[in-house]
C-alpha cells in the first residue's frame, strides 16, 4: 500500500523560506507512469494546488506561486520536496503531499499523506 | 485563471439522494475528480475521470459530466457521509479546486 508521510518545520518566521519533504513508501518516486504533487489547505478555507513534478524533472506550478515555489525529486531517498520563498502569514495551511495521476487531460490525487500545519509567525 | 463553482452547502436526509454540483468553463469536455475531506482528515478520492469509483468507495458514489454542470451524486445518503467534497479539474497544465460543498446529513 502507498503511504506518503510530509516532514518539515511546524513555524517558519514570516520573509524566510518553508522547506517539507514528502516521504514515499511502498512504491518507487521513479515511476514513469505517476507524478507527484504539492496541495495546501488554510484553516477553514478551501484545497490550493502548489504543484507538481516527474521524476523526470518535468514540473508545473500553480501560476499563483510560481515565483515563490521550487518542487523537487530525490530518486536516491525516494522522496520529494517542497520549497516556498518570502512565505508570509497567508501561507499559513496544512501542506499535503500527493501521488499525482494524470495521462492527457485526465489528471487527479488518488494517494494522499496526513497533512502537515505549517504556521507563519515571527 | 480557470474556477470551478459549487455551492458551499447542500443537505440531505438519512436514506435520500444528495447531489453536488461543480461548474467551470467548458467542464464537460474536461474529466472531473471528487474528493470526500472530513474533518481533521486528508481529502479522499471518491471519483476520478468523471465517473470512475477508485477500489474500496462504496457503490452509492457515482459522478457525471455529460453536461455542465458536472455532479456528484450520492445514493442512500449515511450519516458518515456528512463531510466537505471538492471537485477538481486539469486546465492549462494546472490543477484547480473548487470551493467545497459542505454536505450535512440532517
Known amino acids: 500500500q502507498l503511504q506518503l508521510h510530509e516532514s518539515g518545520p511546524g513555524l517558519v518566521k514570516p520573509s524566510e523560506t518553508l522547506s517539507l519533504i514528502c516521504a514515499v513508501s511502498?512504491?518507487?518516486?521513479?515511476?514513469?507512469?505517476?507524478?507527484w504533487g504539492w496541495v495546501r489547505q488554510p484553516p477553514g478555507k478551501r484545497l490550493e494546488w502548489i504543484g507538481t513534478?516527474?521524476?523526470?524533472?518535468?514540473?508545473y506550478y500553480s501560476p499563483s506561486l510560481k515565483s515563490r515555489v521550487t518542487i523537487s525529486v530525490d530518486t536516491s531517498k525516494n522522496q520529494f520536496s517542497l520549497k516556498l520563498s518570502s512565505v508570509t502569514a497567508a501561507d499559513t495551511s496544512v501542506y499535503y503531499c500527493a501521488r499525482h495521476s494524470g495521462v492527457g487531460a485526465n489528471h487527479y490525487f488518488d494517494y494522499w499523506g496526513q497533512g502537515i500545519l505549517v504556521t507563519v509567525s515571527s | 485563471s480557470y474556477e470551478l463553482t459549487q455551492p458551499p452547502s447542500v443537505s440531505v436526509s438519512p436514506g435520500q439522494t444528495a447531489s453536488i454540483t461543480c461548474s467551470g468553463d467548458k467542464l464537460e469536455y474536461k474529466y472531473t475528480s471528487w474528493y470526500q475531506q472530513k474533518p481533521g482528515q486528508s481529502p479522499v478520492l471518491v471519483i476520478y475521470?468523471?465517473?470512475k469509483r477508485p477500489s474500496g468507495i462504496p457503490e452509492r458514489f457515482s459522478g457525471s459530466n455529460s453536461g455542465n454542470p458536472a455532479t456528484l451524486t450520492i445514493s442512500g445518503t449515511q450519516a458518515t457521509d456528512e463531510a466537505d467534497y471538492y471537485c477538481?479539474?486539469?486546465?492549462?497544465?494546472?490543477?484547480?479546486f473548487g470551493g467545497g460543498t459542505r454536505l450535512t446529513v440532517l
Open positions: 513534478t516527474h521524476y523526470s524533472g518535468s514540473t
Open positions: 511502498g512504491g518507487s518516486i521513479s515511476s514513469n507512469t505517476y507524478y
Open positions: 475521470q468523471d465517473k
Open positions: 477538481q479539474a486539469w486546465d492549462s497544465s494546472t490543477a484547480v
